[in-house]
């Protein structure tokens, strides 16, 4: 029997049964749904970090004091190594280092006029701007001469801007104060959304640095050095870095690092494993609803082959040979399972859509998503659709005949 | 040349711990042309004697020669291709696809005939003959259970002969059919055989109806009784012409339904 014919006979049967074909697809509509779903979330979070990291710009190295993944023990404040400015201006002699920028930071809360606010304080150098590409809004980032005489001047972010001031205004020129210390305003950044990490970069106030450790800190170290290698290529920039922290903090060939340099491709790498994982742990889920859907499918043949015995034993006894009576219930099962999936598609798509639209997911569904989940529907139809088919194609045409 | 040879045939079936001698040597030459009727009470093996003739079920030991070829050892596959081009079969259930239209019916052993690649049309055309030489041609588009027990029963025969068997195996086709309709299709029969050369075995526990068929075989304890020419062969025709005419209902408009006694196995699958 030809495959037109057998799949005409199946459409047949199953329309036959319109009910009863419409709530066994249900189990592969929502398998599948939930398979494109998942991908697109997936997906989409994935696309937005990549993008972050792009934007962010590539080139982006971060040194950060201590080392979290020293383990064992950790010994008292002597053993700990504290980056200072110094260590910062050494690294501009790095080969490959653009822009350095020494970084510390606290928190304080912020007073302009009545309006008060608590936002983090990242004092910074000038090359910050550079290396973030980030420009300002209203006036100016402060200059080399602020960072050398620790002069009290800030630049806002785009929210604490707007907190203390109200939107689109510009407060240059106006007296704030941090931890009661009156700073002048000589810039507003501009706006920068979420990180990566889904902290906001606007709730932010800039200064130098040197204004930082000595007036609001009173401390002698930075937190951390943020430097932007001259080409995307940062891997032998970041170990150059490390081999000059090592010489100017004396460590000894052998001890490990008592700090640490990050690259942002390093943290987006471990921030896209995180969305992996997830997605995985969704497609299990995925997975288990096809299993499921599956199970329908392979139920209801069980039940439409016991049905069916007598129209098996007649098809059998006019010329209809094991394998003839297998396809005609793999094929059955398998259009069950793919009609499911298309419906599935649909569905998923519009979840996918849904998500983006009123919980403001990102998603992305990829091109061969549909061929996936079309493939993942056929399997699951052949798989769980064998055991019926092999069963009818396996009965006794007399018996079969025979059945009541 | 006989056109079905069977010798010796035993068939032993093990059921639990007891053994079952359906058949204890058979043996039977049936001619081409010939119109066999095989009878003998329930449990005589005259069923499994079908069986093993329709290729169905395969001897213990013994052989079968159907038209030249020796079936009793051939594999599953290779018997359903025999069924499908040498046998045509005809049950006492009719056994009709149901919500399939007459036509559709007939057309059903055609699809699983794979040496000959037949279009549509084709299988269309070879249907409406068949469907002709029973004379249900006006009924093509009804479904079974808009045609009575008879019609369904001539249906069922059209199937049969869809494919030019070799041989038609009639198993009790008017078990379920008053004594009018079974009148009826015994004249379907008697014509296929007479004006077509077709051969029939008819297997029947009703010796009146057995004897509409050339010769008789008596099957008794697995073993073929007697086997003699038919003296005096009834001729269906002459006797329908006799019956008082049928309380012919009017031609049915499609779609209605015949609401008539239900046939045992509700006539369709």
Redesign the interface.
Known sequence: MSILMTLRIALKALNRNKLRTMLTMLGMIIGVGAVITMVALGKGAQTTIEEQVKAAGTNMITVMSGNFSQGGVRMGQGQSTRLRPEDAEALRAVPGVQYVAATTETRGQVIAGNQNWSTRVEGTDVDMPLIRSWPTRFGAFFTQQDVRAATKVAVLGSVVAETLYGPDEDPTGQMIRIRSQPFRVIGVMASKGQSGTGQDQDDIIFTPYTTVMKKLQGQQHINRIVVSAATADVQPVAEAIAAELRIRQQIYPGDPDTFMVRTLEEMAAVRSETARTMGTLLAAIAGVSLLVGGIGIMNIMLVSVTERTREIGLRMAIGARGKDVLLQFLVEAVVLSLFGGMIGIAFGFGLAEAAERFLQWPTTIPANAIAMAFGFAAATGVFFGFYPARKAASLDPIEALRFE | MPILQVRDLVKTYHVGDHTVRALRGADMDVNAGEFVAITGPSGSGKSTLM?IL?C??RPTSGQYVLDGNDVSRMS??EL??I???KIG?V?QGF?L?S??SALDNVE??L????TQKMKTAGRHKRAMEALESVGLSDRADHFPNQLSGGQQQRVAIA?ALV?QPTILLADEPTGNLDTRTSIEVMDIFQSLNKERGITILLITHETDIAEYGTRIVRFRDGKIQTDSPVVRRRDAKKELAALPPPEEDPPLPPGAEVTEAPVE?GGV?
């Open positions: 069986h329709g169905l079920d599953k596959d359903a291709v069924r499908n081009r079969f049950f056994n696809l919500r399939t059903l052993p699809l699983y005939n794979n199937r494919t196995h699958v």
